[in-house]
């Protein structure tokens, strides 16, 4: 059973910087191996809809929504089977919790928002770690 562990959540001031990290493990086989896997990051913040904030995939490809461009970085480490989230730039819109997601595709995919719902469809996902930026 694959599980994914985020961490490096915590409380940060407007303007700093945390980074999020997330472990995938247990059985992997055949083409569900980490190395094929897109890896995606949401948030979700309290009232409103959960939104996909990165992705990368398995070649290492990221893709990021607008609200985050050119302050967080996705990236990923095959070897230690971990995907990241560097987040700079903080603002206190960014409060919420945040989710990684991934999966091996089983179909070819569309570009950054097919990737996203493919993934919220049929992603394994984490548990979530809690972002809060104060103003």
């Known amino acids: 059973q694959v599980q994914l562990v985020e961490s490096g959540g915590g409380s940060v001031q407007a303007g700093g910087s945390l980074r999020l990290s997330c472990e995938v493990s247990?059985?992997?086989?055949?083409?569900?191996?980490?190395?094929?896997?897109?890896m995606a990051w949401f948030r979700q913040a309290p009232g409103k809809e959960r939104e996909g904030v990165a992705l990368?995939?398995?070649?290492?490809?990221?893709s990021y929504a607008d609200s985050v461009k050119g302050r967080f970085t996705i990236s990923r480490d095959n070897a230690k089977n971990t995907a990241y989230l560097q987040m700079n730039s903080l603002k206190p819109e960014d409060t919420a919790i945040y989710y990684c997601?991934?999966?091996?595709?089983?179909?070819?995919?569309?570009?950054?928002?097919?990737?996203?719902?493919?993934?919220?469809?049929?992603?394994?996902w984490g548990q979530g770690t809690q972002v809060t930026v104060s103003s």
């Open positions: 990368i995939d398995d070649e290492a490809s990221a």
């Open positions: 997601a991934g999966g091996a595709p089983s179909r070819t995919l569309a570009g950054f928002r097919d990737a996203l719902r493919w993934i919220g469809d049929f992603g394994y």
């Open positions: 247990g059985y992997m086989y055949n083409s569900d191996m980490f190395g094929n896997y897109y």
